[in-house]
């Protein structure tokens, strides 16, 4: 997994409360089980007519907004069914970093499991994202994860709380099968000691 360090980038306003994850990535597309190419799909009952055209009036659609890695959202963003899906498709598109005053429980579980950061902000503070989301290209957002801050194009800083293991996690890129990596070594030596004393297993 990326580790997630600092992150600036223009950043996309989505202002939509409950956006769910069938919003996010719809059914018909977890068919698959890798993780990659799935941002094509990313919000396409927004994103794509009935015809298959953008939506010129969506806002990833916009040119100041194709290449965002931040996106700033309504409340309760990621509720609905639990699927993984949904994280990939935001990551896969280049997503790594949602705001929000509130996430789903499993969504927001499964955004630290690969590699986005999702922030929690108060609703002042989010008016305050949005609009320096709504400036476009004008302006740029900075998250810094060590810090707990993100810094606006005008010198603001909103700061925000994280766990301090799913920060450790983050900064360093661990996910559930690095975590288990790290203690390579010891399992390693257990199973030959397994082995050894229990050769009919």
């Known amino acids: 997994m990326q580790p ?3 992150l600036t980038s223009v950043a ?5 409360i ?7 990535i719809p059914k018909q597309y977890l068919k698959t089980i890798k993780r990659t190419g799935l941002g094509s799909a990313l919000f396409s009952e927004m994103r794509y007519t009935e015809d298959g055209a953008e939506n010129p009036d969506f806002v990833l659609n916009k040119p100041a907004y194709r290449k965002t890695e931040i996106l700033v959202a309504g409340d309760n963003f990621g ?6 899906h949904a994280p990939w498709a935001l990551l896969d598109f280049g997503i790594r970093c949602v705001i929000s005053t509130s996430f789903a429980d499993i969504f927001y579980n499964n955004c630290f499991k690969n590699g986005i ?3 929690v902000v108060s609703q002042s503070d989010l008016d305050k994202l949005f609009d320096d989301a709504e400036r476009g290209s004008n302006a740029t957002l900075s998250v810094d994860l060590e810090k707990q801050e993100i810094r606006g194009p ?9 766990d ?4 450790h ?3 360093n890129g661990l996910d559930d099968i690095a975590l288990t990596m790290v203690k390579d070594a010891a399992i390693g030596s257990y199973e030959q000691k397994a082995a050894t004393s229990r050769p009919w297993l």
């Open 79 to 84: 509720c609905g069914s639990s699927r993984e």
């Open 4 to 6: 997630f360090t600092t």
């Open 169 to 171: 996690c983050l900064l």
């Open 154 to 162: 005008d010198g603001g800083t909103v700061t925000f709380e994280i």
């Open 117 to 119: 950061l999702p922030v």
């Open 18 to 24: 409950n956006v769910d994850t069938d919003m996010i």
């Open 12 to 16: 996309a306003p989505l202002k939509v």
């Open 164 to 167: 301090p293991w799913r920060k």
